[in-house]
């Protein structure tokens, strides 16, 4: 089974001045009719935004929506479509920002929290993670758990990636922080681990044994470890402003035409950034961006 994880960010009133936003954030920022035409879509054609503790029973009409960067728009406009709809999603969050303007208050992490969705991290700072050291990394990723469990009073599992730098560093951190998950922005539909193979796997052996499947690994210490000591990668495909509902529903749908399409892009954008590195890429965007937008 492959999951779409679809991944938003700022999502804004119909009338907002788009120039008032910088350049290379601006594809970040939706209009908030096109969101909720995107949400209508899904529900019309019997699509259903599950919970990321239902993924096992995730069937061929499940998405899983993420928000990245904790944004106040996720809980005035974006919370409100989605519970019309009865659907949940993950807000990951960039704990250092968390109450500053145009950032979710503790009290909103809190109701959304408490009303079925889920929080995530989103690291202390939002630093670029191929930047940081080792240290770095490994206080990005530890801090903002023991920071988000504490002040919400949940197990934090998941971690989502900030900026589009992947780093291979990343996923052992990951685990030892005993994060489930991590996402990071690849386009591409996530294997799931079905629960009814998970049961047809532990009657088979010894104990469940799904990390064959090229997304799980399994976080072994030398002795047999419950299934919940696996680690599974997420991939999360960014939904841009502009996104019309045809490319929308290629995208949902697994069109593998579009699919195909947009992972050349990925490709040359990826090429781009191991030339001119982190900081001269992030440059070059805004450049081109505010000459196209
Ligand atoms: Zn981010």
Redesign the pocket.
């Known amino acids: 089974m492959k999951l779409p994880i679809l991944l938003y960010?700022d999502i804004k009133e119909d009338n907002f001045d788009i120039a008032t936003i910088e350049s290379g954030n601006r594809p970040y920022v939706m209009r908030q009719s096109d969101f909720e035409a995107q949400m209508s879509w899904l529900y019309d054609n019997g699509y259903r935004a599950i919970g990321i503790d239902e993924i096992e029973t995730a069937t061929d009409k499940s998405v899983l929506l993420v928000f990245?960067?904790g944004l106040k728009s996720n809980f005035d406009i974006a919370y409100p479509i989605l519970k019309r709809y009865g659907f949940k999603a993950v807000f990951?969050v960039?704990v250092d920002d968390i109450g500053k303007r145009d950032i979710m208050s503790w009290q909103e992490l809190k109701e959304l929290k408490d009303n079925g969705m889920s929080i995530g991290s989103?690291s202390m700072s939002?630093r670029v993670p191929i930047e940081l050291s080792d240290n770095e990394l490994k206080y990005e990723l530890f801090e903002s758990k023991k920071v988000l469990e504490k002040n919400l009073g949940k197990r934090i599992d998941y971690f989502?990636l900030?900026?589009g730098f992947y780093d291979k560093r990343i996923t052992t951190v990951a685990r030892d922080a005993a994060y489930k998950g991590l996402f990071y922005s690849e386009v591409g539909y996530t294997d799931i681990a079905h629960s009814s193979s998970l049961i047809a796997h532990s009657k088979r052996t010894t104990g469940p044994d799904i990390a064959r499947s090229s997304s799980l690994i399994a976080h072994s210490k030398g002795t047999a470890e419950p299934a919940a000591a696996l680690f599974q990668i997420y991939k999360k495909i960014g939904i841009k402003r502009g996104y019309d509902l045809w490319t929308f529903r290629a995208l949902v749908e697994q069109n593998t035409g579009v699919l195909f399409l947009f992972r050349l892009n990925q490709m040359f954008r990826n090429l781009a950034k191991s030339f001119l590195g982190s900081k001269n890429y992030i440059k070059l965007k805004s450049i081109v961006l505010r000459k196209a937008l």
Do not use: L
Request: aromatic residues 10%.
């Open positions: 960010h990245d960067d990951f960039t989103h939002h989502s900030p900026t």
